[in-house]
């Protein structure tokens, strides 16, 4: 089970089901991240294939993917109506892979809710909602917390005493895959004090690109391949954040090549 900030779906939303009982002309779900409030999936919005029988097409206790495409609130509980013939390929993935990261996220809050005597209800408050109000997902949050440590929490508001146990849980479930980008740098120059000039360049670039990677967890190495060429890489857990941390160094270090009068180049690897 999942938590959601809001109790009842709205019309449009994108929902994860669980078929409960099957009827001749639809069949009742429980919608997952909902407390298992329960929805109708008409015949008509099942399926644009031919079927005869409704039981070709669904099963008890199958998981769906579907929108939401009635909710009538004046009713106690809601009579929600969903449609999984409404939904294009593409939602079905992209919602899939929410609903992953929403049980992960789900199990480590139940994992913290455990170890601080909390119900899981006050450690969505107490956590969960703030990392979701920061971070705009909690998975999102919580990988935050194991690429930057307890510092990623306390920024999203979360009290230390449940920062910290929060952080020990993460750091064991949470495991972040780095990248890389790289290239090569040609420096020349006929100048008596190039190895000066060089150096200089090297470390405009260095400090520039740590200093766009100080907040990520980023990794920066600068090493020589055999004169004139230099092996730049950065490592980090985006690719948009190291292309980005790439393009502003470069571009300090050619600006500093221009006034030392250094030949430079870049080529991509």
């Known amino acids: 089970m999942v938590l959601r900030r809001k109790k009842i779906p709205d019309v449009g939303d994108l929902v994860v089901a669980t078929v409960m009982k099957i009827f001749d002309y639809g ?23 031919h079927f005869k029988d409704i039981r070709e097409v669904l099963r008890e206790n199958q998981k769906i993917v579907a929108k939401v495409i009635r909710v009538d609130r004046k009713k106690s509980p809601p009579a929600i109506d969903i449609s999984s013939k409404r939904v294009r390929p593409e939602e079905q993935r992209n919602k899939i892979i929410e609903w992953k990261r929403l049980q992960k996220a789900h199990n480590i809050l139940e994992l913290l809710a455990q170890k601080t005597g909390k119900s899981i209800e006050e450690i969505y408050n107490e956590v969960g909602w703030k990392l979701e109000d920061k971070y705009m997902e909690i998975m999102r949050g919580l990988e935050e917390i194991a690429m930057r440590g307890v510092e990623a929490a ?48 090297l470390s405009t670039i260095y400090q520039t690109a740590i200093e766009q990677l100080k907040n990520e967890g980023g990794k920066v190495s600068i090493y020589s391949v055999g004169a004139p060429r230099y092996r730049i890489e950065l490592e980090g857990y985006e690719y948009k954040t190291l292309e980005k941390a790439l393009s502003i160094s470069l571009s300090k270090g050619q600006e500093k090549a221009m006034k030392l009068q250094v030949e430079f180049s870049f080529e991509r690897k």
């Open 27 to 49: 069949a009742y779900v429980k919608l997952d991240e909902y407390k298992d409030l329960e929805a109708y999936l008409p015949w008509s919005e099942i399926t644009t294939r």
């Open 154 to 201: 306390l920024e999203a508001g979360i009290r230390k005493d449940l920062a910290e146990p929060l952080f020990e849980i993460v750091k064991k479930h949470v495991e972040i895959k780095k990248v890389s980008i790289t290239g090569i740098l040609s420096l020349k120059t006929a100048s008596p004090d190039g190895i000066n000039r060089i150096k200089e360049i």
